[in-house]
C-alpha cells in the first residue's frame, strides 16, 4: 500500500506565503520512499493539471516550471517520509489544487494525492 496525504493548503492573500505538506505512508512508502522522486502538480479550474517542480530521491537536485521558479521552493525529509512546497510572492493565477506524485521509474510506478486547494485572493 502507498497513500500520499497532502495539506497546508487555504485562502492568502496576494503576496502571501504557503508552505505545503505532502505525508508519504504506507508499506511501500515505509520502506521506499527514499527511492522515489517526488513532484508537484497543480490544476486550475477548467485547465488541465499541470507540472510545477520536481526534487529527485535524494533531495540533491529540483527543478521548477518557469511559471514558479524563484517564488517557490520544493524540499524533502526521507527520513520522516515527508516532501514539501513552500511558496512565496503568491499570485492570484497561482490558485489551483496542489498535487503530490510520487513516482518510481525502475518499476514504473507512481502514486498521487487527493490534493489540497489553494487560493490566492484579497
Known amino acids: 500500500q502507498a497513500h500520499l496525504v497532502e495539506s497546508g493548503g487555504g485562502l492568502v492573500q496576494p503576496g502571501g506565503t504557503l508552505r505545503l505538506s505532502c505525508a508519504a505512508s504506507?508499506?511501500?512508502?515505509?520502506?521506499?520512499?527514499?527511492?522515489?522522486?517526488m513532484s508537484w502538480y497543480r490544476q486550475a479550474p477548467g485547465k488541465e493539471r499541470d507540472w510545477i517542480a520536481t526534487?529527485?530521491?535524494?533531495?540533491?537536485?529540483?527543478n521548477y516550471a518557469d511559471s514558479v521558479k524563484g517564488r517557490f521552493t520544493i524540499s524533502r525529509d526521507n527520513a520522516k517520509n515527508m516532501v514539501y512546497l513552500e511558496m512565496i510572492r503568491l499570485k492570484p493565477e497561482d490558485t489551483a489544487v496542489y498535487y503530490c506524485?510520487?513516482?518510481?521509474?525502475?518499476?514504473?510506478?507512481?502514486?498521487w494525492g487527493q490534493g489540497t486547494q489553494v487560493t490566492v485572493s484579497s
Open positions: 506524485k510520487a513516482v518510481h521509474s525502475p518499476s514504473r510506478t507512481h502514486y
Open positions: 504506507g508499506a511501500i512508502f515505509d520502506n521506499y520512499f527514499s527511492t522515489y522522486t
Open positions: 526534487i529527485i530521491s535524494t533531495g540533491a537536485a529540483t
